[in-house]
């Protein structure tokens, strides 16, 4: 049996160090936001012959210097292009520089995300984050009621939640280093990974805090708190990384693979999913230790 609940220190280190990254590259660099948050046009363009490549596109515009501009395919005839402006005349020297190119080509839409709009979204986003957060936090605190010995069962639904928001910031402060460094830009579908981060970590962190649980009733009252809690951890620790395996490798295959449309939303969820198993297994289940060793401190 592993004590991995001695491991405990190195982990707060690990993970205090990494937040805190995190958290300065937010404050200095922020996240490059694409026109989803920002606001811009999306041009949906049909070609009647053979469908030119995304990085064919990219290279016909290069010299507009368009922002934010990404291409991706509509079915097996038409290109979506999307740029962080609302310039008629932009838009204009876009088409034109397609059109030359591509005679047979046929603009068939050009619609603009006003920027008021997009800054309504990035509020929604937030406060979508922080619902799920707190519903998270509520629902264990709920489900776990029945073992409030030794530790109060809302201290469950609290070391969920803070192991979670380590595995978002953590997320978030990776796309903030690459979005500097790299150009790469956040969008709907970040915030969609970071939903889904939040769901796969906490399940992950239920099933050791279930077990928990079950070793708490049926156990001794004599057996040490801490000991239960890295019993239970040992117990579950094939299992969770078997299912996280299989989750990460699905993910490499979207990310090599994918095409670039899902590339950076397969990053995210690589990122926030082996962050997320690590922290049910060092993190999530330390904080209820390292919270019963202070309740002896004070007692």
């Known amino acids: 049996m592993f004590n991995i609940i001695s491991k405990t220190k190195y982990a ?4 205090i160090t990494l937040t805190v990254l995190s958290v300065a590259s937010l404050a200095v660099w922020g996240l490059k936001f694409g026109i989803d948050f920002t606001g811009g046009t999306v041009m949906e363009i049909k070609f009647a012959n053979t469908m ?3 990085q064919e596109i990219v290279d016909t515009l290069k010299d507009l210097n368009l922002n934010s501009l990404t291409v991706q395919g509509k079915g097996t005839e038409s290109l979506l292009l ?3 402006s609302v310039d008629d005349s932009i838009n204009q020297n876009v088409w034109k520089t397609i059109s030359d190119k591509y005679p047979e080509s046929t603009q068939l839409k050009a ?3 006003d920027s008021s709009v997009s800054s309504e979204l990035k509020t929604k986003s937030l406060w979508a984050l922080f619902w799920a957060a707190a519903g998270i936090m509520a629902f264990i605190a709920w489900a776990f009621r029945k073992v409030s010995r030794p530790v109060a069962s809302w201290k469950y639904g609290a070391g969920a939640v803070i192991a979670l928001l380590h595995d978002v910031l953590i997320t978030i402060g990776a796309f903030s280093i690459l979005g500097h460094f790299q150009g790469v830009e956040v969008g709907i579908p970040f915030i969609a990974a970071l939903l889904t981060i939040l769901g796969f970590s906490v399940h992950d962190t239920i099933v050791v805090y279930d077990r928990t649980r079950e070793n708490l009733l049926k156990g001794s009252a004599k057996e040490a708190f801490p000991d239960v809690v890295n019993r239970s951890l040992n117990e579950t620790l094939v299992r969770s990384i078997n299912t996280s395996m299989t989750v990460i490798i ?4 979207l990310y090599i693979f994918g095409g670039e449309s899902i590339k950076d939303f397969a990053l995210a969820l690589l990122i926030g999913v082996s962050f997320g198993t690590y922290s049910s297994v060092f993190i ?3 904080l209820l230790v390292t919270s019963y060793e202070m309740q002896l401190k004070n007692k």
């Open 111 to 113: 619609d603009y995300r």
């Open 250 to 253: 699905t993910l490499l295959s």
């Open 284 to 286: 999530a289940s330390a």
């Open 82 to 84: 999307s740029y962080a």
């Open 12 to 15: 707060y280190i690990f993970s």
């Open 52 to 54: 030119p490549a995304n």
